[in-house]
C-alpha cells in the first residue's frame, strides 16, 4: 500500500540550528514526492517537489530512491519558518485525478 | 488571478440544515478537489472534478453532494451532518490530472478554506 511516514509530530530547534524533517514513503513505482507547508492562518502551500530540484526559502529535499527517504533540510532555521509541514505522494501513472498520499505532518517550532 | 477563493469562510449549522460551501478558481484549472482537514491532521481527498466531470469520490458519506456547475465553480452541498463532520473544508485546483499518456503530478493550489461546526 502506500504510504508516507513522517515520523515527528513536533520539532522544536532554535533559530539559526540546522532542520530537518523527515519523511518515509512505501511504493513500489515512479511517485513524485512534494513538501507542503501550512504557516499559522494561512492557507496550505507547495513549498518543493523533487522532479525542480529547486531550493525555496533555503529549504532543500532530496529524493533518494534507495532509502526511500524525501527529507527536508535547511540550513539555519528561521523564527519564520514555524509551521505544519506536509510530505507528500503522487503517482500519476496509477493515481488517476492527481490523488495526493499525505504523510501525518511535522510541526516545526522555531524558537529565538 | 493565481488564487482559489472559499465561501464562507466559517459556517455554524444545525444537523437539519441545508448549507453549501463555494469554491472558486479563474486559472483557467480543469481539475478540482474537495478535502476535509481536522485540527493538526494532513488534508483527506473527498472528491475529484476532471474536465466538470466527477472522477474520484473517497466512499464520502451521501450528507456530502459536490457539484462543479463550470470549470471555474466548485459546490459542496451539505444536508443532515453530524457533529463529527465539523473540520477545515478546502478547496484545491490544478491544471489538470494525470493521464496515462502525460505522466505528471501537477502541483495543486489550495484556498483558504471553510471552517464548518456543526452544532
Known amino acids: 500500500a502506500q504510504r508516507v511516514t513522517q515520523p515527528e509530530k513536533l520539532l522544536s530547534v532554535f533559530k539559526g540550528a540546522p532542520v530537518e524533517l523527515k519523511c518515509n514513503y512505501s511504493?513500489?513505482?515512479?511517485?513524485?514526492l512534494f513538501w507542503y507547508v501550512q504557516y499559522s492562518r494561512q492557507r496550505l502551500q507547495l513549498l518543493l517537489r523533487?522532479?525542480s530540484r529547486e531550493s525555496i526559502k533555503g529549504f532543500t529535499a532530496d529524493l533518494n530512491k534507495g532509502e526511500t527517504s524525501f527529507h527536508l533540510k535547511k540550513p539555519f532555521a528561521q523564527e519564520e519558518d514555524s509551521a505544519m509541514y506536509y510530505c507528500?505522494?503522487?503517482?500519476?501513472?496509477?493515481?488517476?485525478?492527481?490523488?495526493?498520499?499525505f504523510g501525518q505532518g511535522t510541526e516545526l517550532s522555531v524558537k529565538p | 488571478d493565481t488564487e482559489v477563493t472559499q465561501t464562507p469562510k466559517h459556517l455554524v449549522m444545525g444537523m437539519t440544515n441545508k448549507k453549501s460551501l463555494k469554491c472558486e478558481q479563474h486559472?483557467?484549472?480543469?481539475?478540482m478537489y474537495w478535502y476535509k482537514q481536522k485540527a493538526k491532521k494532513p488534508p483527506e481527498l473527498m472528491f475529484v472534478y476532471s474536465y466538470e466531470k466527477l472522477s474520484i469520490n473517497e466512499s464520502v458519506p451521501s450528507r456530502f453532494s459536490p457539484e462543479c456547475p463550470n470549470s471555474s465553480l466548485l459546490n459542496l452541498h451539505l444536508h443532515a451532518l453530524q457533529p463529527e463532520d465539523s473540520a477545515l473544508y478546502l478547496c484545491?485546483?490544478?491544471?489538470?490530472?494525470?493521464?496515462?499518456?502525460?505522466?505528471?503530478?501537477?502541483?495543486?493550489?489550495f484556498g483558504p478554506g471553510t471552517r464548518l461546526t456543526v452544532t
Open positions: 486559472m483557467g484549472h480543469r481539475a
Open positions: 484545491a485546483s490544478s491544471q489538470d490530472v494525470s493521464t496515462s499518456g502525460r505522466a505528471i503530478a501537477y502541483e495543486q493550489y
Open positions: 511504493y513500489s513505482g515512479s511517485p513524485e
Open positions: 523533487h522532479i
Open positions: 507528500a505522494l503522487s503517482d500519476p501513472f496509477y493515481n488517476q485525478g492527481g490523488k495526493l498520499i
